[in-house]
Structure formats: structure tokens, C-alpha cells
């Protein structure tokens, strides 16, 4: 919706109200005029329904107005007299237009003097629920959203299962752009598993002032931009989604708007500067391990790798234990059972669940195997265990190809040899050319809202000639820390400034396992209560944290007892 179409809508929301409430206003001792104008109107109903005038703020707060709407519909029809459950709900499900027959009836009666408690318990619940349901999703929507870090991409500097709380008011807030939406449900209602918003009306896009930039390598969570699916981790194509329905992404801001980002051999460089990353920043890489004698999967463990692949020979397979152990394996060798072979993650196959089967395992120690890890980690392994040698995969072969960004065949550049390619800044202008059109086609026809027309060389932009693009917001550049492990920038290019979401700060839960069932949940004590950032040991603030509610249970405790003392 533009302007225009705003402006009509609200006026028609206006003159809805008038209609649907000036006997009312003037049956409860007001002009009739009040309810006619827009805000003011507003104020005047709170003092009619005998209920505070900062409500009124409420009613202006996307996402809350909506919940807000209902409480005061029920709260306008009992101020004249209508406490019936079958009149609340009336009011409710016409939303609101049930205010309109009451405005019209002959026998209506303001109650000056009605009980603003309720006459019930569930009453009293209803109306705590409600209002705590409003307290939490403000907090969501504006402050503070939690998340769960379901997948490797930043590994090891992010977990599997580290549970964040994610600042939105760091960077400042976004006004949700999907108005009419489930509070504190992404794009899908969990159990009936369908779409939990409405595409229109569509809000224009408006961000609080926050107190910093994104700063170059900061972690960001921010909504995909290539988001073309209803659920997370379900593959589709052609779904059409709102900015702020689109998935959740977590990756750190390796370039910013302004830079110049190039990947050579593996390495991020800045602005033809080598990109130094924060101290807890931990870097993985795949590395192919060689030694004749074999590799030792216990040794690799104990030295910290745990990203790499395992073979097991069982020599006693059968139907029933092989469809046992499918949860723990990714793949099989082998063609007969007495040639069968099944290939696990690091973690193997659970020594109970073979024993229990009574199946002949053993695991083949071969002389070459790929791992994912941190060069902290290559050098210790180097060090302390013998082996031929270690070498960092790097891809560097570069032909033709669509896997990596900007998806043409005419560039070849991959995961670890890509670019120089400029990030685009707000009111920073391009040349157009079939050299750089394709880098950012995307920013121009779809964030930026363009009808492009090409002609050989020439670009005609919105029925306007033009050689030069001047871009109308800032853009960013997102990669994960496991990065041959990351879904990030290298494949689907840029993330819009109104594609951020916020800034994670803490960790206030890690669970090690979390994707192998609840009977595998392991606490990572270390981490949990800890800040994402920061220098030196990581801390946890767990026990401050105890402590804090110790002091205030003590607190509470006292004072109520001497509460009693004096009321006695």
C-alpha cells in the first residue's frame, strides 16, 4: 500500500468509528464531535471506558494495537451495560462492528459507576493472560527476541543449541511490516503447520533510532533475503514471503556497506586488506589428514576435531539392524553382507545399540581423511599426533558456473576464490553495463522496487534512460565461520539494511546434542548465562545470576513478613 491508499484507509477507519460510536460518546456525557477526531477521539474513549490514558500508545504499537483493538471493543460495550459472555464474543468476532448495533439501539445506559474488576476468577486470569501475552510480544517485537542456533554455520564460534537472546534495539527496532500476524509466531502456527500472517496489507518499511551501526564482523541475525520457502528446512520453490516472514538467518558481517570484498585462497579480504576477526571468532576450514598408518578417530577427538566422517565394516548386517542404526549413519559401502560398510559423523555408532543387536563392528582405519575444523585445532593435532601431512582444501580450479553468486555462468568464482566485488552503499552510485548488471540486478529490480528494461548495452529504469544507479539503501555481507559448512553471501549475495533483524548478545542456554533427541541433551555449563562477544576466557554469569535471585527471594521473604507483623 502506498501513501495515498494509508491515508484512505485510515480515514475510512475514522469514519467508521464515527459512525459506529457518536451517540455513544454523547449518551456518556461527551460531544459527539469528539468521536470524530482522529487520536483525540481516542483519549476521550479511555476516559468513557474509565481506563488509563497511556492505552492510547498501545493502539499506535504494530503487532499490539491489534490485540489491543479487542480489549477495548469488550471494554466500550460493558461501560454500557452489555457483560453478557455471549455479547463479549460478538464484539470480538465482528470485530468491533457489534459497537455500531449498540450505538443505534433505543435502550442503551452508560455506567458511570461500573466495577472495573471482574466477577469472575477466570475473569481476573483472562485479563492477566492478556495482558502478559501484550508485555511478552512487545518485549519480542522491539527489544528482545530469543533463538536457537540450529545449524553449523558458525561453528565453532556459535553451537548447535545455543539458545540467544537477540537484541532488536541495538541496531533499532523495525516496525513490523506485516501488521496482522500471530504474536510471537514467525511465518508458520506450530501443530496445524499453516501460514501465520496475512500478505496485505503490507506496513512501509520503518526502523526505530538505535545507538550503533553494524560494525564490521559483527554476528547479525537478519531475515534471508532468498527466501523463497513456507517452513524452514522444507525445500520449495516460488513462495512469495514479507521481508519479516522471511527465515532467520544468523551469519557474521564480514563486509559493510562501502567495502570491497575479495576471497583469495580461502582468506577474506577488506579493502585489499587481509579481514582480522574478534578473538572469539573461531575460523573452520576442511583439511584433508594423510598418514599410511592409518587415522585414528579417538585421536582426532581428543584433540577437538569432532566435524569429520567415520567407516565402520559389519560383518553380521541384517534387515531389522541396519534400519536400527539408520539414525546414525549418512551413508553405506559395500554390495554384499559380507563386503558392508556404513559411514557415520564423528560421534559413531552407539557401543550399547551394537551390543544389543550383537552385531561384529569394527572401525576401518583409513590413511586419508577430510576434516572440519580450526587452524588452533590443525596445529595441536600437528604437534601432538603423528601423521604425514595436513592440508587445507581450497577450491581452486575456477570455471563457469550458477552455484555461487551472482548465479550466471559467466563468472567463475567460488567458496574460496571470489570477487572483488563492491557492497553497495545507500546514495553510492554505479556505472550500468552488462559488467556490473548482473552483480546487482538483484538490488535493482527486487529490494529496490525497479522495472528494468535491457537492450544490448542500455538500461531503461522505471521509462528512464539511464547509465548510472544510485542505490537507495545500505547492503551487507554475510558469512559464516564454518565456511565450507555455510549456506551464506558466497551463494546468494547481499543482505539489505531493512533485512536486519538484530544483534545477538547472550547466550543464555547451550545444549550440546540438541539435534540427536532429548535423551542426548548435554548442558554446555561453560556457556550458558555467557555474553556472544568478548575477549579472553569465556565466562559464565550463571552464579551472578543466582545470586541476584537469591538476594531478591530473601527480600520478598522479608518484607512480608514484616507486612504481617504490622497488619497485626
Avoid at 470524530?36 to 498501545?58: C, E
Avoid at 586488506?273 to 583439511?287: D, G, R, V
Avoid at 527471594?553 to 497488619?567: A, D, G, H
Wanted: charged share 20%; aromatic share 14%; net charge positive.
Amino acid at each position: 500500500m502506498n501513501f495515498n491508499e494509508w491515508l484512505i484507509f485510515i480515514l475510512s477507519i475514522q469514519l467508521i468509528h464515527f459512525i459506529g460510536t457518536w451517540r455513544l460518546y454523547s449518551i456518556a456525557g461527551r460531544k459527539s464531535w469528539e468521536s470524530a477526531i482522529p487520536i483525540y477521539n481516542a483519549f476521550v474513549l479511555m476516559s468513557i471506558i474509565k481506563r488509563p490514558k497511556w492505552w492510547v500508545i498501545l493502539l499506535f504499537i504494530p503487532v499490539i494495537n491489534l490485540m489491543m483493538f479487542g480489549i477495548i471493543w469488550v471494554e466500550t460495550i460493558r461501560s454500557f451495560g452489555k457483560n453478557s459472555t455471549k455479547e463479549t464474543l460478538l464484539a470480538i468476532f465482528s470485530l468491533g462492528f457489534y459497537i455500531l448495533f449498540i450505538n443505534y439501539s433505543k435502550k442503551v445506559n452508560y455506567l458511570n459507576d461500573r466495577n472495573l474488576n471482574s466477577n469472575s476468577a477466570f475473569g481476573d486470569w483472562l485479563s492477566s493472560l492478556m495482558f502478559a501475552i501484550i508485555a511478552a510480544t512487545l518485549v519480542h517485537t522491539y527489544f528482545i527476541q530469543p533463538f536457537i542456533i540450529p545449524t553449523g554455520s558458525l561453528e565453532k564460534s556459535l553451537l548447535i543449541g545455543d539458545f540467544l537472546f537477540v537484541s532488536k534495539f541495538h541496531y533499532g527496532a523495525r516496525i513490523p511490516t506485516t501488521p496482522f500476524a500471530m504474536p510471537m509466531v514467525h511465518d508458520t502456527l506450530p501443530l496445524i503447520k499453516t501460514r501465520s500472517y496475512f500478505k496485505k496489507p503490507q506496513l512501509p518499511f520503518l526502523r526505530l533510532p538505535g545507538f550503533q551501526k553494524i560494525k564490521r564482523n559483527d554476528i547479525v541475525v537478519f531475515n534471508w533475503p532468498a527466501d523463497t520457502v513456507r517452513q524452514f528446512f522444507v525445500r520449495e520453490k516460488g513462495v512469495r514471503k514479507p521481508i519479516d516472514k522471511k527465515s532467520n538467518y544468523v551469519k557474521r558481517c564480514v563486509g559493510i556497506s562501502g567495502d570491497t570484498l575479495e576471497i583469495r585462497d580461502g582468506i577474506t579480504y577488506i579493502n585489499n586488506s587481509e579481514n582480522i576477526l574478534p578473538e572469539w571468532a573461531k575460523i573452520q576450514h576442511t583439511y584433508t589428514v594423510y598418514n599410511n598408518e592409518g587415522i585414528s578417530s579417538r585421536k582426532l577427538l581428543k584433540n577437538g576435531i569432532t566435524d569429520f566422517e567415520r567407516i565402520y565394516r559389519i560383518e553380521n548386517i541384517t534387515q531389522s539392524s541396519y534400519k536400527a542404526l539408520i539414525p546414525y549413519i549418512i551413508g553405506r559401502q559395500g554390495n554384499t553382507v559380507e563386503n558392508f560398510s556404513v559411514i557415520t559423523p564423528a560421534k559413531g555408532l552407539p557401543v550399547k545399540l551394537v551390543r544389543s543387536l550383537g552385531l561384529k563392528v569394527s572401525e576401518l582405519m583409513t590413511k586419508k581423511k577430510v576434516i572440519n575444523t580450526t587452524f588452533g585445532n590443525v596445529l595441536k593435532f600437528q604437534e601432538l599426533e603423528k601423521h604425514d601431512s595436513i592440508i587445507r582444501n581450497i577450491s581452486k580450479i575456477k570455471t563457469p558456473n550458477e552455484s555461487f553468486f551472482p548465479n550466471r555462468i559467466t563468472f567463475d568464482w567460488n567458496e574460496d576464490n571470489f570477487g572483488p566485488l563492491i557492497i553497495p552503499k545507500k546514495g553510492a552510485r554505479i556505472a550500468l553495463n552488462n559488467k556490473t548488471y548482473p552483480l546487482y540486478k538483484k538490488i535493482i529490480e527486487e529490494y529496490e522496487g525497479n522495472n528494468v528494461i535491457r537492450q544490448d548495452n542500455t538500461f531503461i529504469v522505471n521509462n528512464q534512460k539511464l547509465t548510472s544507479y544510485t542505490f537507495k539503501q545500505n547492503y551487507y555481507w554475510m558469512m559464516g565461520d564454518n565456511r565450507h559448512r555455510s549456506e551464506d553471501s558466497r551463494f546468494w549475495g547481499f543482505v539489505p539494511e531493512d533485512h536486519v533483524m538484530g544483534k545477538p548478545v547472550f547466550i543464555w542456554m547451550s545444549i550440546d546434542g540438541f539435534n540427536d533427541g532429548f535423551k542426548n541433551w548435554k548442558i554446555r555449563w561453560k556457556r550458558v548465562f555467557s555474553v556472544v562477544n568478548g575477549e579472553g576466557k569465556r565466562k559464565s554469569y550463571l552464579p551472578h545470576f543466582l545470586l541476584i535471585i537469591g538476594l531478591w527471594q530473601s527480600f520478598v521473604f522479608i518484607r512480608r513478613r514484616r507486612n504481617k507483623k504490622i497488619s497485626k
